[in-house]
């Protein structure tokens, strides 16, 4: 790296897969010799980067933020975060320098946007993302591949596959024009569900995992300004030993399914390099290639309705819940008013449902060990879906099979107060007037681990009155058990009515 800065290289001799005792000294000569293949499609767009500190035995952990220790000549890009306040300062890995300090950093895996900037709008491609469900394996995603590409020369838009070094594959279809992620979402979406509905016992378009078995996921949600997808000539640390995400033809995947050789698709560092010696880059054209999607696809699609995630969760047909029907708006400032309700939840587990009106329908949350009452304990909050308004009186059964089946109480019901911060900030300050629970808590967003947004709830002011063993087995509107409700298995809500 003749006239590039001087990076500093340590504990080269640590070994990163065990299997055939490959170093982090081999993995950063592996990133070198890929570097002029490898730079191209990382140039200007932001990566988060997989860090494995002693190896793929050792944790893991995601890095999306430039350390503060970075050296000044690292180039890096600010980027608003999308669903809470602030900016995550990315690494721009434009040369090879910089690439060696992130090898350096036990940076294994390279997950760049689709995107680059400063236009964090504006994909250079779409993405489909082919995951084996249990019961299939990379072989399977081959076949829904060419399915997927039979779709895509039909519209004349020429694609380009590659493994993904773990278990399934990516096609690429270049655009390289102006177009919007909701352009090239729901073009995806609608591939993959088309495919699913021509093909049921092969393809998926729906993440949850009872429905993949022995089938492949299309996810086609890779297609957002807030996803990332694994670089091309990316090592992976899913294994024992490195495998690398590498470009393939559409010729070797037919041979694949063929012969039924799985690993024929898998790529060692060593293999990888050999192949672009001999091959070149064979994703090039996915860096320069032109094409549009069809002209149905270029608008930028409306905004999906507040309660559509609710509502492609449930048979209606089947669920005695309320339906979506969307209430009146009120903003999540503080100031706001409106009303709450806890639901005790008999479901695969049991939780606690916390959910607040606001723009129209009831925000979310799941809280596994309930509200707490004393101060000084911080519980998980998971954000779900909005749930209707007719919501805040469900109490009753959820059929087995549905989705969240089992018991519901309407543990505490009430009004509450925002008297400080936003739902879009990530922090909101509440009192609440209930039957079981007043007095102030404070619900606010963090980062976890894996980097996926968390919320806690805790409780401020005062401690509020401990909540005894009959007070957590009481509904607030009928006074029933959790085993009473069970047995009457019936459905309350809208004022009583059943």
């Known amino acids: 790296m003749a006239g590039s800065p001087e990076v500093k290289f340590t504990h080269l001799e640590k070994i990163y897969f065990p299997q055939g005792g490959f170093t982090k000294g081999e993995m950063i000569q592996y990133y070198l010799a890929a570097a002029p293949y490898l730079l191209p ?5 932001p990566v988060t980067m997989i860090r494995f500190p002693d190896g793929v035995t050792g944790e893991k952990f995601y890095e999306k933020n430039a350390p503060k220790f970075a050296p000044s000549w690292i180039k890096t890009f600010r980027v608003p975060r999308r ?9 721009l890995i434009n040369d090879a320098a910089t690439l060696a300090w992130c090898a350096n950093l036990a940076a294994l895996e390279l997950h760049p946007f689709l995107h680059r900037v400063p236009k964090l709008d504006q994909p250079t491609h779409v993405a489909f993302d082919l995951d084996p469900g249990e019961g299939a394996d990379i072989l399977t995603c081959a076949r829904v591949a060419f399915l997927v590409k039979e779709i895509l020369d039909g519209l004349s838009l020429a694609s380009f596959p590659k ?4 278990k399934g594959l990516q096609i690429y279809v270049p655009l ?4 919007t992620y909701d352009a090239t979402g729901t073009f995806a979406k609608a591939v993959a569900e088309l495919l699913e509905q021509k093909h049921p016992d092969l393809v998926v378009s729906q993440m949850a995992k009872i429905k993949r078995r022995e089938r492949a996921l299309i996810d086609w949600s890779q297609n957002s300004g807030s996803k990332t997808t694994v670089a091309v000539y990316s090592m992976r640390g899913k294994r024992d030993e490195p495998f690398i995400s590498m470009p393939v033809t559409w010729a070797e995947l037919a041979t694949a399914i063929k012969t039924k050789r799985s690993a024929a698709l898998f790529f060692t560092p060593a293999d990888a390099l050999k192949r672009l010696k001999k091959n ?7 860096l320069t290639l032109k094409q549009s999607l069809p002209k149905a696809f270029l608008a930028q699609r409306a905004p999906a309705a507040p ?3 609710y509502a492609e969760k449930r048979d209606f047909k089947q669920t005695r819940e309320p339906g979506p029907v969307l209430g009146k708006k009120k903003n999540g400032k503080a100031g706001l008013s409106g009303q709450f309700v806890i639901q005790k939840h008999a479901a695969s587990h049991l939780h606690y449902d916390f959910r607040l009106e606001m723009e129209g329908t009831l925000k979310s ?3 596994p060990k309930g509200v707490p009452t004393e101060l000084g304990v911080k519980r998980s909050a998971f954000a779900v879906e909005d749930h209707p308004l007719g919501y805040l009186k469900f109490e009753g059964t959820i059929p087995k099979g549905q989705y969240g089946g089992g018991t519901v109480m309407v543990w505490d019901i009430g009004t509450y107060e925002l008297v400080g911060g936003s739902y879009a900030e990530g922090n909101l300050k509440l009192i609440l007037h209930g039957k079981k629970l007043q007095g102030e808590w404070h619900l606010f967003r963090i980062r ?3 980097d996926k947004p968390v919320w806690l709830i805790a409780k401020s002011g005062q401690p509020a009155k401990p909540i005894s063993a009959r007070q957590d087995d009481s509904s607030v509107l009928t006074r029933r058990s959790m085993a009473r409700i069970a047995k009457d298995n019936d459905a309350e809500w809208q004022s009583g009515r059943r």
């Open 163 to 166: 493994v993904s070094g773990s």
């Open 365 to 367: 949350w799941a809280v």
């Open 176 to 179: 390289n024009r102006p177009v």
């Open 448 to 450: 976890s681990d894996d």
């Open 307 to 309: 309660l559509q995630r």
């Open 83 to 91: 669903h809470e306040p602030g900016e995550i300062n990315y690494i």
């Open 280 to 286: 070149g880059d064979l994703f090039a054209p996915v």
């Open 41 to 45: 499609h990382l140039k200007n767009r």
